[in-house]
């Protein structure tokens, strides 16, 4: 599978530009790179612009969604495509979204743990739903958001049920880029999945956000690692075996004993 990550610089409270950009650099990048699968990070129509979210945020399958529909069609592109803010009757929820080539919404995922450092239970809803795995490419694989990777439970919950690829998407913040780094890798190894994580750059309100976009092997080997502050596209490829010759050799998830703990 030939990933493509967009560690983007988001600018926020303003959707039209962030749309002009992700539109450019899936133009760019399918000219040049030809990617299976595009990858991009956390809440990237409106970044975190919380108190105008209400207003910023898009209707149910509004703009933003169909916006990225007609893309992925246009470039015949998988678009594994971070998360957006969406109005729902609940409230605004961070939903993440997968499109496959055809157009076709083929999984969505509203983030659970809401940040209290950032105030997002002020301002947003988290999702009543637990993460669920979806197939991408006949390989089988989960989504999850930001702070979520503080909850391991989250990734061992797609990992049992199958996934071989956990995709995160995150707009970290820079002070904490050391727990960014060092969970996503314990993340892949304990799970014994590829993580492809996409984070963000640039700032909001003087608060840096963390870059390290990164690829990690289900070895725990880091394959790609973005810069700490740049915009950058990064294209890996991974090698899906490698999930199942590791599982073979060292039979974690077979060895669990979930009724001890
Ligand atoms: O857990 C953290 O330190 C940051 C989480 C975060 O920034 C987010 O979920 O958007």
Not at 90 to 111: C, M, P
Not at 177 to 205: M, P, T
Not at 222 to 227: D, I, K, P, S
Request: aromatic share 8%; hydrophobic share 40%; with cysteine.
């Amino acid at each position: 599978m030939k990933v493509a990550i967009y560690q983007m610089d988001v600018q926020a409270g303003k959707p039209d530009a962030n749309r002009d950009k992700v539109q450019r650099w899936l133009q760019e990048v399918v000219e040049q790179q030809r990617p299976d699968v595009a990858v991009l990070p956390e809440m990237w129509t409106t970044g975190y612009a919380l108190p105008d979210i209400e207003q910023l945020a898009d209707e149910e399958n509004g703009t933003t969604q169909q916006f990225l529909q007609a893309l992925a069609k246009e470039h015949a592109v998988d678009l594994v495509a971070g998360s957006i803010a969406v109005k729902t009757d609940d409230g605004v929820v961070n939903r993440a979204l997968t499109i496959s080539r055809k157009g076709e919404i083929i999984h969505t995922y509203d983030k659970i743990h809401l940040v209290p450092m950032l105030d997002e239970p002020r301002y947003l809803s988290g999702g009543k739903a637990k993460a669920k795995t979806y197939e991408l490419q006949g390989t089988t694989v989960g989504s999850f958001i930001c702070y979520d990777l503080r909850f391991p439970e989250v990734t061992r919950s797609l990992a049992v049920d199958g996934a071989k690829v956990l995709f995160a998407f995150g707009e970290w913040p820079a002070a904490r880029r050391d727990h960014w780094d060092a969970l996503l890798r314990a993340r892949a190894i304990e799970n014994q999945c590829f993580v492809i994580a996409a984070g963000a750059v640039g700032s909001y309100k003087g608060a840096a956000f963390s870059g390290h976009s990164t690829v990690i092997s289900p070895w725990g080997n880091v394959l790609a690692l973005a810069t700490p502050d740049q915009e950058e596209t990064m294209v890996t490829h991974i090698d899906l075996a490698e999930a199942d010759e590791f599982r073979e050799a060292v039979p974690v998830l077979k060895n669990r004993l979930p009724d001890l703990y």
